[in-house]
């Protein structure tokens, strides 16, 4: 195993940072790490906001479903799917594009997405931890008005980083799925009853797969702040869904 994919699994997500502050060569290292990921075209279909105003923080990590420890964070970045950019650019050539819409959005998503993880890697190597929080697609408005999102800008992700505490470091990484669980042969295959079973058999706890998973879904997919998701996930697509004249 070389070093590469020894950080690949011994990564895990820290949401205790210690005091140590993150020096400004380090940033741009993991700045610099995200704009080497794949693209499509190499467009780079995505903008990263670097918070560094305290308020803001604050505020992001309220609106994130009240998670305290991401304004404690020594560095916060907001990766937004970018169909704006690129629209400014054809028409400084003289072009009249056309209004973009939801393939557009997924693929700035995905650009967006695979930059955020090549920061995660960049940051692990320098044994400086990450956290991802989905929470920033959530209350549209009031983090449109926070980040002054533009039309056609979308927060994709949120990460933040700083060293870990010792505990944190200790923390055992939740277990990973099989991968005959996750890796399908040329088609989609939907899992029998038994697989099911088997495949969380050990991911349970002390408890029964019933009830482990009666308890998740109310506590995630039933949940007030996944119901908040798709609201805003509604309002954020309706600029793409409704076509305008540019």
Not at 63 to 84: I, P, T, Y
Not at 93 to 117: H, K, M, N, T
Not at 235 to 245: G, I
């Given at each position: 195993m070389?070093?590469?994919i020894?950080?690949?699994?011994e990564?895990?997500?820290?949401r ?11 940033k ?7 704009l ?9 279909l ?22 305290v420890?991401a304004?404690?964070?020594k560095?916060v970045?907001v ?28 693929l700035?998503?995905?650009d ?11 940051a ?9 929080i ?5 209350n ?23 060293y ?16 005959s669980?996750?890796v399908?042969e ?6 029998s009853p ?9 991911h349970?706890?002390v ?16 949940s007030?702040f ?8 509604e ?9 305008k004249?540019?």
């Amino acid at each position: 195993m070389n070093d590469i994919i020894k950080a690949l699994y011994e990564r895990k997500s820290v949401r205790v940072f210690s005091e140590k502050e993150i020096i400004q060569k380090e940033k741009e290292c993991i700045l610099n790490a995200a704009l080497q990921a794949p693209s499509a075209g190499c467009q780079l279909l995505y903008t990263i906001l670097d918070i560094t105003d305290e308020k803001k923080k604050e505020k992001l990590a309220e609106l994130c479903d009240h998670q305290v420890f991401a304004a404690k964070a020594k560095l916060v970045l907001v990766f937004c799917a970018d169909c704006r950019k690129w629209l400014s650019f054809y028409k400084e050539a003289g072009g009249s594009p056309r209004a973009p819409g939801a393939g557009d959005l997924l693929l700035a998503v995905e650009d967006a997405l695979i930059a955020a993880q090549n920061a995660v890697v960049a940051a692990q190597s320098l044994g400086i931890g990450s956290c991802y929080i989905g929470d920033v697609m959530e209350n549209a408005e009031e983090m449109k008005a926070l980040l002054e999102l533009p039309e056609y800008v979308y927060p994709a992700c949120m990460l933040v980083f700083g060293y870990p505490t010792e505990q944190q470091k200790e923390r055992k990484k939740p277990e990973r799925f099989l991968l005959s669980h996750m890796v399908c042969e040329n088609v989609y295959q939907d899992k029998s009853p038994q697989e099911i079973r088997q495949m969380f058999s050990g991911h349970t706890g002390v408890q029964e797969y019933d009830e482990w998973m009666k308890a998740f879904w109310m506590r995630k997919y039933e949940s007030d702040f996944s119901r908040e998701m798709n609201r805003s996930m509604e309002v954020y697509l309706k600029e793409f869904l409704e076509k305008k004249s540019s």
